[in-house]
C-alpha cells in the first residue's frame, strides 16, 4: 500500500482539475466535496460548528437562510439537511449562489425551532 503525503493538489492541466478513479468510473475530486457544512442550534440561532458560512439569518420560527461565505457556482446543487430525531421534517428551498433557504416542522406540520440541524451543500464555489 502507498500513502501520499500533501498539503496541496492541483490539477496539471488546470488547477481544478483533479481526477479520481473509483473502479472503472472517473469523476473530478471536487465534485464530491462539500462546500459548505454547518452544525447549528436554531433555537438559541448559535452555530455549533460550520465551514464556508458566514451567518444564519433567523427569518421567524422554524425558517432561516443560510449565508455563504464564499459563493457557489450554481443555484442547481446539491442540498442535505437534517435535524435531531425528535422533530419532523427539514426542507431546503430557495436557493441560490449565495446562501439557502429552509425549515423545520414538526410531526403535525407546525414550524418549529430546533436545537440540533445540520447542513451540506455539494457542488462547484464560483
Known amino acids: 500500500m502507498s ?13 481544478g482539475d483533479v ?7 472517473t469523476m473530478k475530486l471536487q465534485d464530491g466535496l462539500a462546500v459548505v457544512g454547518i452544525n447549528h442550534d436554531l433555537t438559541n440561532n448559535n452555530i ?32 442535505y439537511m437534517g435535524s435531531n430525531g425528535t422533530y419532523g421534517d427539514g426542507e431546503v428551498f430557495g436557493s441560490g449562489t449565495g446562501g439557502h433557504y429552509q425549515r ?20 462547484d464555489l464560483a
Open 104 to 123: 423545520i416542522r414538526n410531526t403535525s406540520g407546525t414550524l418549529i425551532d430546533s436545537t440540533q440541524t445540520y447542513n451540506s451543500v455539494h457542488g
Open 19 to 25: 481526477d479520481v478513479t473509483e473502479g472503472s468510473v
Open 48 to 79: 455549533k460548528q460550520s465551514f464556508n458560512v458566514s451567518s444564519v439569518s433567523d427569518i421567524g420560527t422554524g425558517n432561516q437562510f443560510i449565508n455563504y461565505t464564499n459563493v457557489i457556482a450554481t443555484s442547481e446543487t446539491g442540498i
Open 3 to 15: 500513502e501520499i503525503i500533501t498539503n496541496k493538489l492541483t490539477g496539471k492541466t488546470s488547477a
